[in-house]
């Protein structure tokens, strides 16, 4: 069975609203009509009653034994002229002086509401009768010893509801055409409203959308939090409570009382996009992506997705540590394959001694080295880095010293392995391009690593073409590169984000012509809950 569009669902829902209140508001309407309307005639019968009961021959003839005959044709003249439905006159023992039906004159009257008028009191009241509902006006008749002598009872019937709808059907026609008009175009308006405002979704449409959503949000493997434009709460993945250690609910809760660090107000306010920045959350170091979210240029809120660090990082260091060591192996293969060359050369030309004399030296020096690498610098990704930048060295005649006080026992607290790959590895191929453009005689790059209980010291200088005076505050800008076309300008960028996050400082000593040197600090205590960073020097 095809579904009722929900622009037809909203309009016969407000026109249905519409209608409903005029039912309501005519009822009301008709209510106070019919109260107006018995206050009216219960006011008219008191007049017509006290005009009666003040005539002179009304007094005289109810002391009259018939005095019915000379009174009612006089009163039933004046319930003619007031437009009353009936006139009826009591004397003190209730006998009727006067009554629209003519048999009924003479005779005694039962009435159970005609008591406290024979007190001398004036009052209305409503009765139901044989030809309707009338309201009763009751007067007592004073003669001139203010004696009271009789009592004058003045009825006016109360109109139907059908009389009245009848008297006032042209008013209600008009006002049931203009609500009909008014309603059902306001209704069809508000229907193409909430259409566009809803993306032309049918309801269950919608809610298949949120249901995906929903479960399309938990199943991520990253942490999703999203914010209104007053700065709520409106997503939080369970990924995100995991990463972040809460517990609860936090929707429609204020950004600001819940993670304060995570810059989603920045984003709202700057409607500028955030991809891979690093964010620490108290003790945990998130990567994060934070974007605005728009509808038709206008910002509605923002969205952070995000993944914990040693997550990623475990990830980085797998992938860096085997490309370190492969580059070794294939650095290491074509130089073997060099010296294998040089052997059987020398073994060709029966220089036996000499062939022996450099294989030993040749292994001699890469053991020597490797044994090295493994006893100071305890992590084998940065062993493998080392090693292959040592190897790429001399494949470009470049000499790469380890100095051999270097040694590595713990990363700071704030930073990791691949942390460490990633500046080394950054540095030491920037002072390979250093010599691009160079011709020397002596080409080398020296590395440092020391550390001790309060500071973690990297070194890497080089006799390469050096950097600008004018370029030192530059080198570390996002996209500036000394390489022109051939760089990415991202290296560097990425080592000064990594120290600022480990809370380190770098100082840059350089000479055009002369060469680099390029020092990094990083603390090796960390205190929790400070995150003021050290200044940049250079």
Known sequence: MKRMPIRWKITILSFGIVLFAILIGGIIIIGNTIETKEESLGERALVTGRTVANLSALKEGLTESEGWKRINPMVERIRTINSADYIVVLNMNRIRYSHPVDEKLGTLSS???EGPAFAEHSYTSKAKGES????????????????QIGVVIVGNLLPSVQEILLKMKNEILFVLFLTSLFGIAGSWLLARHLKEQTYR????????LLVERTATFQAMNE????????????????????????????????????????KLAEVLSSGEVAFNEEIRLGSTLIMSNRIPIRVDNDTIGAVAIFQDRT???????????????????????????????????????????EALNFVFETSEKQEKLSKFLVNNIKDYSLS????????????LGIEVAIDEQSSLNEYPPLLDEHDFVLILGN??????????????DQRWIDISITQNSQICTLAVEDNGEGIPEDEHTKVFDKGFSTKGSKGSGIGLYLVNNIVEKGLGEIEVISKQGEGTSIVIHIPMAYEEGVYEQTTTGY
């Open 132 to 147: 309707g509902i009338a309201v009763r006006g009751f007067v007592p008749v004073m003669n001139n010893e203010h004696e």
């Open 201 to 208: 979704l049918e309801p269950h449409e919608i809610v298949q």
């Open 111 to 113: 009435g159970k509401d």
């Open 311 to 353: 997550e990623v990082t475990k990830l980085a260091e797998e992938l860096t540590g085997v490309k370190a060591f492969v580059d070794a192996l294939r650095v290491q293969n074509h130089e073997h394959m060099n010296k294998l060359h040089t052997i059987a050369g020398l073994i060709q030309l029966d220089q036996k001694e």
């Open 223 to 262: 942490g999703v939090v999203a914010i209104d434009k007053q700065g709520k709460i409106t997503i939080m993945n369970e990924k995100a409570k995991t990463i972040l250690g809460l517990h609860g609910d936090y929707t429609h809760q204020w950004i600001k009382n819940v993670i304060p660090d995570i």
């Open 427 to 440: 540095l030491i191929e920037n002072a390979f391009h250093s010599f691009d453009d160079v011709e020397r």
């Open 384 to 395: 493998g880095l080392l090693l292959s930048k040592v190897s790429r060295g001399k494949e």
